[in-house]
Nanobody, 119 residues
Framework: VQLQASGGGLVQAGGSLRLSCAAS????????MGWFRRAPGKEREFVAA???????YYANSVKGRFTISRDIIENTVYLQMNSLKPEDTAVYYC??????????????WGQGTQVTVSS
């Protein structure tokens, strides 16, 4: 499966963005789908994931502010990000695989989209 992430940009603190991850080649229903991010000088970290059965889980740092969802017809996974903070600034990556909070649980990765939150 090929993944194409988009929707990043520059936003002020408190603002919102919606990231999209379009899948092609296979249906994303065959996989758990996740979002990860890497901030400058930091390790990649888990953000959110949605399982094949539809359940969702989040990193504590984004819980209550971010929402992951899946559109089966569009074969796209979304990450709605509200109440953004400067510490959310990072390159965001979508991924597909068997799931979990570790990157090793994902076999396919998108190219990343930059999110910058100004204070």
């Amino acid at each position: 499966v090929q993944l194409q992430a988009s929707g990043g940009g520059l936003v002020q603190a408190g603002g919102s963005l919606r990231l999209s991850c379009a899948a092609s080649g296979q249906t994303s229903r065959n996989y758990d789908m996740g979002w990860f991010r890497r901030a400058p000088g930091k390790e990649r970290e888990f953000v959110a994931a949605i399982r094949r059965i539809g359940s969702r889980y989040y990193a504590n740092s984004v819980k209550g502010r971010f929402t992951i969802s899946r559109d089966i017809i569009e074969n796209t996974v979304y990450l709605q990000m509200n109440s953004l903070k400067p510490e959310d600034t990072a390159v965001y990556y979508c991924a597909a695989g068997s799931g979990g909070i570790a990157g090793t649980g994902y076999d396919y990765w998108g190219q990343g989209t930059q999110v910058t939150v100004s204070s």
